[in-house]
């Protein structure tokens, strides 16, 4: 009996009579273990004795219909193995999200946009070895939880039914990591094997780039020319992003890759030393009632780096936009206006005068005030900081979207409030 390779298989199941090789007595035994479909049922197959479980086997539908029953003849074990029409899969009124690196700070906030667009079932795919990050997930509603050590096996086997598409966020996203081999292995080669999955099953795949893959830039362009990462965080996004561009022009299904510049956003706090710059202006200024910021380096004054700063409500919006749009490309997502430190900073503690009934004070007098301190650049990060980014969005603007970037004055101020809501935080440092 020929097996079928089908993407999509017919499952058949049988029933085989088995004889206990330690007794006489006979029993109808199931036998269900997806692991083995590539197993031919023939009058040749071997079961042992302890083999009871349901089998689903992978076989051309036509055979099974020609032959309902099947004998083998030629063990002691096996008496007769006949054919059950498989029961009719129940309809699906929905098809299935998968969002990988859905408990991270990036994941939960698509989980949670996606929920409020009334999408519910969303397989979520993490690894909670640090388990605090499951906090992102509680107000979210997902299907089902994997791990991601158990799922590519299973998505390749195409579990999960009818899947709408596949958000690919999870990664280590330490830029100080030094371990290259767990960097590549966890960033590069896992989405590699992700993007062929979907290629086979033709399934949208958007997955996380990063502005790391530009180094010190100091242009920002997709471009190859333009690419020198600094660290292997940025080189393992740059060379999955070499691969996708290889692949893009015979490509049958959507891929959509994002360079996030410096996102900042709820469901961060998990990330510690790597969450944004405002997470931890906002946590300073609430602790010891001030904000410290690197003095100036390489040409630049006094928190006077800039970087272009995106809050995540707008990494949301710009991934459902291309999911609805099913447009394929590389894409800086930034809001193509570098800001510097000194604004987030103040930013941050007029949001917390705010919130203290307190009014907003310029940088100067912040400064003046002792709110806004300057601390020495550290010498690890000499050669390896990127003190200007900035997004060029011409290629995100011609492929369709058009929405305003919130500026850090708004973003900030937003994050702020959504910050002090969550910790109680109702009065200022004077």
């Not at 096996?78 to 929905?94: L, Y």
């Not at 397989?123 to 158990?150: Q, S, W």
């Not at 290629?199 to 242009?219: D, H």
């Not at 990462?229 to 015979?250: A, E």
């Amino acid at each position: 009996m020929a097996l079928s390779h089908n993407r999509n298989p017919h499952f058949c199941r049988f029933v085989f009579r088995i004889k206990y090789a330690t007794g006489s007595a006979w029993s109808t035994t199931r036998f269900r273990h997806h692991a083995i479909y590539e197993t031919v049922l023939s009058e040749s197959t071997m079961l042992t004795a302890f083999s009871w479980k349901l089998l689903h086997v992978r076989i051309d539908p036509a055979a099974a219909i020609a032959s309902t029953a099947l004998v083998a003849n030629s063990t002691s074990d096996i008496m007769c193995a006949r054919f059950v029409h498989p029961r009719p899969a129940s309809p699906r009124t929905s098809m299935t999200y998968i969002v990988t690196g859905a408990a991270g700070f990036i994941g939960s906030n698509l989980v949670r946009a996606l929920n409020d667009r009334g999408e519910t079932d969303v397989i979520a795919i993490d690894d909670l070895t640090h388990a605090d990050k499951f906090n992102n997930l509680v107000d979210c509603e997902i299907a089902d939880y994997l791990d991601r050590g158990d799922f590519i096996a299973r998505f390749t086997r195409s579990d999960f039914g009818r899947v709408r598409a596949v958000l690919h966020q999870g990664a280590c996203s330490d830029t100080m990591e030094t371990d290259g081999r767990y960097m590549m292995d966890n960033n590069y080669r896992y989405s590699l094997a992700l993007m062929d999955a979907c290629g086979e099953q033709r399934i949208p795949f958007l997955y996380a780039s990063s502005a790391a893959t530009y180094g010190a830039g100091p242009r920002f362009v997709e471009e190859r020319g333009a690419e020198r990462p600094l660290n292997v965080y940025g080189y393992s996004k740059f060379l999955f992003d070499q691969v996708v561009r290889r692949r893009l022009p015979d490509t049958k299904h959507q891929i959509a890759g994002f360079r996030y510049f410096n996102v900042y956003g709820p469901r961060e706090s998990h990330k510690g030393r790597m969450a944004s710059v405002a997470f931890h202006n906002f946590n300073q200024f609430k602790g010891d009632g001030c904000v410290k910021l690197f003095e100036g380096h390489a040409g630049y004054g006094d928190g006077m780096q800039q970087r272009d700063f995106v809050s995540v409500e707008d990494v949301v919006k710009v991934n459902l936009h291309f999911l609805e749009h099913g447009t394929s490309g590389i894409y800086n997502l930034g809001t193509g206006r570098a800001q510097t430190f000194n604004d987030v900073a103040m930013s941050v503690v007029n949001s917390l005068r705010r919130h203290g009934g307190q009014e907003a004070l310029p940088l100067d007098q912040q400064v003046a005030d002792g709110l806004i301190e300057y601390v020495a650049f550290p010498e690890a990060l000499k050669g390896k900081y990127q003190s200007f980014t900035e997004a060029d969005t011409t290629r995100l603007r011609a492929a369709g979207y058009d929405t305003p970037f919130l500026t850090v004055e708004e973003g900030v101020s937003r994050y702020c409030d959504w910050l002090a809501s969550a910790q109680g935080c109702a009065t200022a440092h004077p």
